[in-house]
């Protein structure tokens, strides 16, 4: 009988999650912890705090144990199929079964807790995606890939858009956008298709839109031009950000929020409280745990095994990316409000468990990932 010495028991534990990109989960994990702070209240019910603990540990649960699966079963298209047909029917099924929440048809409500699809799914577009464009990298310059690929993005945009969920609507657009950038297609092309958009786009405006519904698209692009009506929340999470000056009011302290004149602080304005608790220097704090979760996807994704990895690293880059520019630009009124959630941060159980399935998915790449430099990595990836 061989006895097993704490050494070989540390040694055994490392050699099991030496795929682990600790770095990534760690900073991820942080900013998972600000955001259940800046909810906790030190006085009163902790209602979103208890439940995002929840939910947290589930979303670690899940990174853990998807790290370990082999993600080579996503290249098959019939895989990518059954991915892309299940989320479609999904979205229809939130039409007739979804719950009505502030206007918008787009979660199951079961009662304990609910569920938004549209989450995972834009896993499922950037898996689409990537299979997509890696298949045809040889021939990816042909104009028709961007308007096949921008159909099937399209199918889902479309549906996500009539819930009306305009904030994930934009995200699978932006989505769809970028992949279509790092994918190699023809710039040129590209800008011609977004030139005839742009050309549509002012037609419209000149010709159809009445006044009225200009006045309402204004005030959507600039929320803080009626602060007593549509930009009342825009206006209050100005203040909040403002007031945090440079090392905040302490945690727990937060007026804008913990008095509610700051609606939603918990999921879509809670930058702005963790600004106004954390100050200047907490989101200098805030901004670099970001970039070390950008900068590890990207190095991850770019020593993929395959250009189908290296794709759904960089889509699953820009899915975070879009989600952070976004919902800061609207916490500082420079951007309309859409509800997006900022990831980690923001509470509900559906994007912060699929944030870290995304990161699961990502390890579990790792585990098979090439040991090419990533000189040569890019080299290959980019056609040089």
Same mark, same amino acid.
């Given at each position: 009988m061989q006895l097993r010495t704490p050494g070989s028991t540390?040694?055994?534990?490392?050699?099991?999650?030496?795929?682990? /990109?600790?770095?990534?989960?760690?900073?991820?994990?942080?900013?998972?912890?600000?955001?259940?702070?800046?909810?906790?209240?030190?006085?009163?019910?902790?209602?979103?705090?208890?439940?995002?603990?929840?939910?947290?540990?589930?979303?670690? +649960?899940?990174?853990?144990?998807?790290?370990? +699966?082999?993600?080579r079963f996503l290249r098959r298209t019939s895989a990518v199929v059954v991915l892309f047909a299940g989320s479609v029917i999904l979205l229809f099924l939130v039409f007739f079964f979804g719950d009505i929440v502030k206007g918008?048809?787009?979660?199951?409500? +079961?009662?304990?807790?609910?569920?938004?699809?549209?989450?995972?799914?834009?896993?499922?577009?950037?898996?689409?995606?990537?299979?997509?464009?890696?298949?045809?990298?040889?021939?990816?310059?042909?104009?028709?890939?961007? +308007?096949?690929?921008g159909f099937y993005a399209f199918i889902i945009f479309l549906l996500v858009l009539l819930q009306p969920d305009f904030g994930s609507a934009i995200i699978i657009f932006l989505l769809w956008f970028g992949m279509v950038l790092v994918s190699g297609i023809s710039k040129?092309?590209?800008?011609?298709?977004?030139?005839?958009?742009?050309?549509?786009?002012?037609?419209?405006?000149?010709?159809?839109?009445?006044?009225?519904?200009? /006045?309402?698209?204004?005030?959507?692009?600039?929320?803080?031009?009626?602060?007593?009506?549509?930009?009342?929340?825009?206006?209050?999470?100005?203040?909040?950000?403002?007031?945090?000056?440079?090392f905040g009011k302490g945690v727990g302290y937060g007026t804008q929020s913990k008095l509610e004149f700051l609606p939603e602080y918990e999921t879509d304005f809670i930058f702005a409280a963790f600004a106004e608790e954390w100050g200047f220097v907490g989101v200098l704090l805030l901004f670099i745990l970001f970039a070390l979760v950008m900068w590890r996807i990207l190095e991850n994704a770019i020593r993929g095994a395959t250009n189908f990895e290296v794709l759904f690293g960089m889509g699953l880059a820009i899915l975070f990316m879009?989600?952070?520019?976004?919902?800061?630009?609207?916490?500082?009124?420079?951007?309309?409000?859409?509800?997006?959630?900022?990831?980690?941060?923001?509470?509900?159980?559906?994007?912060?468990?699929?944030?870290?399935?995304?990161?699961?998915?990502?390890?579990g790449m790792r585990r098979y990932a090439r040991a090419t430099h990533k000189d040569d990595a890019k080299k290959e990836f980019l056609g040089i």
């Open positions: 540390i040694r055994q534990a490392r050699s099991i999650f030496s795929h682990i /990109d600790w770095m990534l989960f760690i900073s991820a994990l942080l900013l998972t912890v600000a955001g259940a702070l800046t909810m906790n209240s030190f006085s009163g019910e902790n209602y979103f705090f208890e439940n995002q603990l929840i939910w947290g540990s589930l979303a670690i +649960f899940f990174f853990f144990l998807l790290s370990f +699966f082999d993600f918008a048809q787009n979660r199951f409500d +079961f009662g304990a807790f609910a569920f938004q699809p549209v989450d995972p799914i834009k896993l499922a577009v950037i898996i689409l995606l990537a299979k997509y464009f890696s298949r045809r990298h040889i021939e990816i310059a042909n104009i028709r890939h961007i +308007f096949v690929s040129k092309h590209l800008i011609a298709v977004i030139l005839g958009g742009t050309i549509v786009l002012f037609g419209m405006w000149t010709y159809v839109f009445e006044d009225y519904q200009k /006045d309402r698209i204004v005030t959507f692009l600039n929320p803080l031009a009626d602060i007593q009506g549509t930009g009342y929340n825009a206006y209050q999470s100005t203040i909040a950000v403002g007031s945090g000056q440079w879009s989600h952070i520019v976004i919902n800061i630009g609207m916490n500082i009124g420079l951007l309309p409000v859409t509800g997006t959630t900022i990831p980690f941060m923001s509470y509900g159980g559906s994007h912060l468990i699929t944030e870290f399935i995304g990161l699961g998915i990502l390890m």
